[in-house]
């Protein structure tokens, strides 16, 4: 027995292998607000942290972990003309239309967690309706008991407003959820929101970005059954603070 009864995963590096699924995204955005000029299309990217011909983003780039509204404001000053609405709306599109390139057998995997009786949420930066598009082209859509986006009314990471949403609506104190992730962001709304940080290494961030953070730091979900069956049924969050 463990003491979690839910669990809340961020989309995109943890579901989702980010560089493989936002990368062509990313090229696909850029291009179109360049017009197909290259050269265009490259100085856009540097704007938001993307290399375009490497197809690599930068650390700090606001694509990982930021929402749409602060990636358009990173690109506004460099798109006369466009506004923050249609700018949004654009990259919106763009990001339901994005291929998705799973961390690992999501529908074997979430079906297997959902046995154990473990509720699932999602809690992303990005916007509720590619996300939930994302997960029913995934097939796993209808396995999530709750989703969250920026826009859905309860704030974006590192706040813990999606997370604290998802156990209050579950009926779950929040010390029995644990919050999976790839990125810092992700994990300070874990600790924000009182529950355990798990990290996984499908996003961008290595397991020492996020390591002083995570409870424990994974290769990816598909190792999220064997930590619960080894995990121990009185080890709480203010405890693995304490550590």
């Given at each position: 027995?463990?003491?979690?009864?839910?669990?809340?995963?961020?989309?995109?590096?943890?579901?989702f292998d980010f560089a493989?699924?936002?990368?062509?995204?990313?090229?696909?955005?850029?291009?179109?607000?360049?017009?197909?000029?290259?050269?265009?299309?490259?100085?856009?990217?540097?704007?938001?942290?993307?290399?375009?011909?490497?197809?690599?983003?930068?650390?700090?780039?606001?694509?990982?972990?930021?929402?749409?509204?602060?990636?358009?404001?990173?690109?506004?000053?460099?798109?006369?003309?466009?506004?923050?609405?249609?700018?949004?709306?654009?990259?919106?599109?763009?990001?339901?239309?994005?291929?998705?390139?799973?961390?690992?057998?999501?529908?074997?995997?979430?079906?297997?967690?959902?046995?154990?009786?473990?509720?699932?949420?999602?809690?992303?930066?990005?916007?509720?309706?590619?996300?939930?598009?994302?997960?029913?082209?995934?097939?796993?859509?209808?396995?999530?008991?709750?989703?969250?986006?920026?826009?859905?009314?309860?704030?974006?990471?590192?706040?813990?407003?999606?997370?604290?949403?998802?156990?209050?609506?579950?009926?779950?104190?929040?010390?029995?959820?644990?919050?999976?992730?790839?990125?810092?962001?992700?994990?300070?709304?874990?600790?924000?929101?009182?529950?355990?940080?798990?990290?996984?290494?499908?996003?961008?961030?290595?397991?020492?970005?996020?390591?002083?953070?995570?409870?424990?730091?994974?290769?990816?979900?598909?190792?999220?059954?064997?930590?619960?069956?080894?995990?121990?049924?009185?080890?709480?969050?203010?405890?693995?603070?304490?550590?």
């Amino acid at each position: 027995m463990t003491d979690i009864q839910g669990l809340i995963f961020d989309k995109d590096g943890t579901l989702f292998d980010f560089a493989a699924t936002w990368s062509a995204w990313a090229r696909s955005l850029l291009l179109d607000l360049a017009g197909q000029e290259g050269e265009r299309a490259a100085e856009l990217g540097r704007a938001i942290g993307y290399d375009l011909v490497a197809g690599r983003f930068a650390p700090d780039s606001p694509v990982i972990a930021g929402t749409p509204g602060e990636i358009a404001e990173a690109l506004l000053p460099h798109v006369p003309g466009a506004s923050p609405l249609t700018l949004v709306a654009r990259m919106n599109a763009l990001a339901a239309e994005a291929p998705q390139v799973a961390a690992t057998d999501l529908p074997k995997l979430l079906g297997a967690l959902r046995e154990r009786g473990l509720r699932l949420g999602l809690a992303t930066n990005d916007a509720e309706g590619p996300a939930r598009s994302h997960l029913a082209t995934a097939g796993v859509e209808d396995m999530f008991d709750f989703v969250a986006g920026f826009d859905s009314g309860h704030g974006a990471k590192p706040a813990p407003g999606q997370l604290l949403a998802f156990a209050d609506r579950m009926g779950i104190a929040p010390a029995r959820v644990a919050m999976i992730g790839d990125s810092r962001h992700d994990l300070h709304a874990a600790r924000a929101a009182g529950m355990r940080g798990i990290g996984v290494l499908t996003g961008l961030a290595l397991a020492a970005d996020l390591d002083p953070l995570a409870e424990t730091v994974l290769p990816d979900i598909g190792h999220l059954p064997r930590w619960l069956d080894g995990l121990s049924a009185d080890r709480s969050p203010a405890e693995v603070d304490a550590a």
